[in-house]
């Protein structure tokens, strides 16, 4: 994913230091984002939590897809200290984090003040750009209007009727009168608007503060003030959303969780003009993510349950992407797709007790790896079983289910759109490393398949696993 570069009359004079909350595993998609995406400096993260300065204004920020909520930065310290230590020295100890460094609180409450003036700016460039065409309009109905009363006046002098002709410049000049009033009352409405936008964003900037308390810390205190307090660290900052950046304005209903479908498409790479293919696609959540930052692709969504295909759809006609994605009902271990054929596979490979299934993992990559070209990449979110069993070689009957019921005969019904410690800086951590290479040690290569990647991620409730591997060599070689 490429920088964008954005207009510098938008953005903050220097670089302002921000913190996004991350789900667990997670971290390394967000540092990658936030280098590429905002041109990020000084990246770095603890458990949760990503810290970069960028001076990228509000409309960047609001793209970031791997992030839950932004931060403005007030401070970062060493957790307080709490053994035996009182409730009322603890709230002392609150009081000088708040109040030991104004200096912090102010710059960073410029800097939010300014973000918004900028927001607002642009938003006042955009109706200004949007209003003179409207206004050109009206001018030239006017100039019409008057060009065929003075033509009407010319005729009547002509054949003598001077009172009509008087009555008529009587009506012309007092519809001039009546527009001319009307464009002044317009503009004073304007002004007015204007001088309360100003107003609110300059001079009545509010904010709520609160506090999430965890580790030994939250056993003793419990008050709800919002600074994030546990065993490693205090960190205060601003809210810079009301609406956390996780909830997707274009996603009627949700499957998978976004930042979670939207980082098995980036470690994809997709590429302009590949065919991307979902086997179980379940509501369309990953296909929906890909196609809004990858859209020059094909994209092609396959399910065996109606009721998911019917969902996806919906998703799909709700973010104006349903000539994007093609959606076919037919199973995942009997595509009816030429042996290889697609560029990029992503899939979130379902589990849980609720619905079931015959077929076993294996059948299930067997199947995606005669598809797949030579060179292709597949993305899989595993469950911590389905994972495992990969990874000792095992062949399971594991239940499966995507993001709903699969069920029926493997083969194609129907297509239902015709056609179509405290951190690190500049680097990923170690520890993750550590992780991502402890799976990849640990997995056998499978066919012509062999890992590339290996993230443990935080589903809420389960931990699963999002697997990258890439085909070495055609079948059978």
């Known amino acids: 994913m490429a920088a964008v570069p954005t207009d510098s009359g938008s953005r903050p004079a220097a670089g302002a230091r921000f913190f996004c909350t991350a789900g667990r595993g997670l971290e390394p998609f967000l540092m990658r984002e936030v280098r590429a995406r905002l041109a990020a400096t000084q990246v770095e993260y603890i458990?949760?939590?990503?810290?970069?300065?960028?001076?990228?204004d509000l409309n960047m920020l609001k793209k970031l897809k791997s992030a839950e909520r932004l931060f403005l930065l007030i401070k970062k310290q060493f957790p307080l200290n709490v053994s035996s230590v009182s409730k009322g020295k603890i709230l002392s100890e609150i009081q000088r984090l708040i109040n030991d460094d104004p200096e912090s609180w102010l710059n960073a409450i410029s800097t939010w003040k300014n973000l918004l003036e900028l927001d607002a700016k642009k938003d006042k460039l955009f109706q200004r750009a949007a209003n003179p065409p409207k206004r050109k309009v009206e001018e030239n109905e006017i100039i019409n209007a008057k060009k065929l009363k003075t033509k009407?006046?010319?005729?009547?002098?002509?054949?003598?009727?001077?009172?009509?002709?008087?009555?008529t410049e009587e009506e012309t000049q007092e519809q001039g009168d009546f527009l001319t009033e009307r464009e002044k009352s317009q503009e004073a409405f304007q002004n007015d608007v204007v001088k309360v936008a100003d107003a609110k964003n300059q001079k009545n900037l509010t904010f709520r503060v609160s506090c999430r308390c965890s580790g030994a810390i939250a056993k003793t205190f419990t008050a709800q003030i919002f600074i994030h307090l546990n065993d490693i660290y205090s960190v205060v900052g601003i809210p810079v959303f009301r609406i956390p950046l996780a909830s997707r304005a274009y996603i009627k209903t949700a499957g998978l969780r976004s930042t979670i479908a939207w980082a098995l498409a980036s470690l994809a790479e997709i590429q302009a003009g590949a065919f991307v293919l979902d086997p179980m696609c379940g509501l369309g959540t990953i296909l929906l993510e890909a196609a809004k930052e990858w859209p020059d692709v094909y994209y092609v969504g396959a399910d065996v349950s109606d009721s998911q295909l019917l969902g996806a759809?919906?998703?799909?006609?709700?973010?104006?992407?349903?000539?994007?994605i093609e959606l076919l009902q037919v199973s995942v271990i009997d595509l009816p797709l030429p042996s290889e054929s697609v560029d990029v596979i992503i899939s979130d490979i379902p589990f849980g007790k609720k619905f079931k299934l015959g077929e076993d993992i294996k059948s299930i990559l067997q199947e995606m790896e005669r598809v797949l070209h030579v060179g292709g990449a597949i993305v899989l979110l595993l469950s911590e079983e389905h994972h495992r069993r990969l990874k000792d070689g095992e062949q399971s009957s594991i239940p499966l289910s995507s993001e709903g019921s699969h069920t029926g005969e493997p083969s194609?019904?129907?297509?239902?759109?015709?056609?179509?410690?405290?951190?690190?800086?500049?680097?990923?951590?170690s520890s993750f490393e550590a992780s991502s290479q402890e799976c990849l040690d640990k997995t056998?290569?499978?066919?012509?398949?062999?890992?590339?990647?290996?993230?443990?991620?935080?589903?809420?409730?389960?931990?699963?696993?999002?697997?990258?591997?890439?085909?070495?060599?055609?079948?059978?070689?």
């Open 47 to 56: 458990s949760g939590k990503v810290f970069f300065t960028t001076c990228s």
């Open 152 to 167: 009407q006046l010319q005729v009547l002098q002509e054949s003598g009727e001077c009172s009509l002709e008087k009555q």
């Open 313 to 324: 759809y919906d998703n799909l006609k709700a973010a104006g992407l349903k000539n994007k």
């Open 412 to 429: 194609i019904k129907k297509c239902l759109k015709p056609g179509g410690k405290t951190g690190t800086s500049e680097t990923v951590s």
């Open 444 to 477: 056998p290569p499978f066919g012509s398949l062999v890992p590339v990647e290996c993230h443990k991620v935080s589903l809420g409730r389960t931990d699963a696993f999002i697997c990258k591997y890439r085909k070495l060599h055609s079948l059978g070689l």
